[in-house]
């Protein structure tokens, strides 16, 4: 157990409070791919989107989603692929502390209270850590 919790604070710490990563989530049988700002913040994965978007239609008909990025460690390519739900965040208060902390939430919506404005919470339950070595599966016991 030692182990896991040192490898998932290695991993934690290549998150940036804004990071780039690939996000799955499933159309129907077809999973769909695509890059998103990754919000790491109050020790939670948020992603702020617009309501009307894809990513938002397929997770309120099934909230499983997983996300991906690459980073260098040494000279190697590591990957880190975190599994997990994904729920839409209703409470107003949340949403406005979001907004506040992102500073491109104004250049896509106009208020908390834009209706194009959704708040999405990423709560993992499964890290897969890829290095030129090895891989590691670690399921997680707590939510994040």
């Known amino acids: 157990m030692g182990e896991e919790n040192k490898i998932i604070k290695e991993l934690w710490n290549q998150l940036e409070d804004f990071q780039h990563v690939f996000l799955a989530t499933m159309d129907g049988e077809q999973p769909r791919v695509r890059p998103v700002t990754l919000v790491n913040f109050d020790n939670k994965f948020w992603i702020t989107t617009d309501t009307w978007s894809g990513k938002v239609k397929q997770v309120q008909k099934n909230p499983k989603v997983e996300f991906s990025f690459v980073f260098k460690k040494g000279s190697g390519d590591c990957c880190i692929r975190v599994t997990g739900q994904a729920n839409i965040t209703k409470d107003k208060e949340i949403k406005a502390k979001l907004a506040k902390h992102c500073h491109f939430f104004g250049r896509h919506?106009?208020?908390?209270?834009?209706?194009?404005?959704?708040?999405?919470?990423?709560?993992?339950?499964?890290?897969?850590?890829?290095?030129?070595?090895?891989?590691?599966?670690?399921?997680?016991?707590?939510?994040?």
């Open 109 to 144: 919506w106009q208020s908390v209270d834009d209706p194009n404005y959704t708040l999405l919470n990423l709560i993992p339950s499964t890290v897969t850590y890829v290095t030129p070595d090895k891989t590691t599966q670690i399921r997680l016991h707590s939510t994040r």
